[in-house]
């Protein structure tokens, strides 16, 4: 099955876990619901702000059904991988193929360094394991072992692996990645306070959380950045990015949760041993907001 190119706003869903440890299924339905009607181009179950590190197979196995569900064939739907096993990497995207995802988002997660044919040997085998389109994750900030300008090179010449996922907000290497694979690979953007940086040295959207809480307004910077009206795109990213700086402060998924709470989903904390959004961190979040007019349902 042809898989139409991925581009646009990707929203980095929450996974919201009721206290006997269930997918809150109508929770979750209703906000990629909402997202669809937003105007987001695909939704990514199981991404750092999907907090899979947290969660068991069971529970990201029905995160992606209730999403890919919700969309109905609407947008795609791009799941996160995780593993620090090639086996088991394998495993969830064979069976994510099968639940019905447009994609697999490939994130590597070690315990000990591996070196770069490590690194290498992960992604390959998760883009040999299904004949989905993979996104390559890389965060340098959170991962142990990140993928090297070498290994994306050698990465970007295995045809199922499309795309490329930055989170370390560095522009500089974002222009060598782009320089080394040559059209190859297309980037995403991380967060919401470069996107607008990254559309204009070539990319082709973003994959973050942000967007969750506040879809119309990244729906709008996208269609401004792809117009090529950088001085508009840039009024609408300044206020983004202060809702960002609110994030900044405190665990993400807190924030993004929180922030979902006040909007009216009843998504809960962040799953332990994580801490929830302190009261002085929710009145920030409600302020930020309220500042770029998504004080209700992202609108």
Known sequence: MSVPPFHGVFPYLVSPIDSSGEVKTQVLARLCDDLVRAGVHGLTPLGSTGEFAYLSWAQRRRVVEIAVEAAAGRVPVVAGVAS????????????????????????????????????????EAIAKAVALPVVLYTNPNFQRSDLSLPVIERLSRIPNIRYLKDASFNTGRLLSILNRVEGRLQVFAASSHVPACVMLIGGVGWMAGPACVAPRQSVALYDTCRRGDWSAAMELQRPLWALNQAFAKYNLAACIKGALELQGYAVGAPLPPQAPLPPEGIEEVRRALAAIGASLGGT
Do not use: K
Request: proline share 2%; with cysteine; net charge negative.
């Open 84 to 123: 620090t096993t090639v086996a088991d990497a394998q495993y969830q995207a064979r069976e994510f193929a099968s639940i019905g995802c447009a994609g697999i988002l490939a994130i590597l997660e070690a315990y000990f360094p591996l070196n770069d044919e490590g690194v290498y040997s992960y992604f």
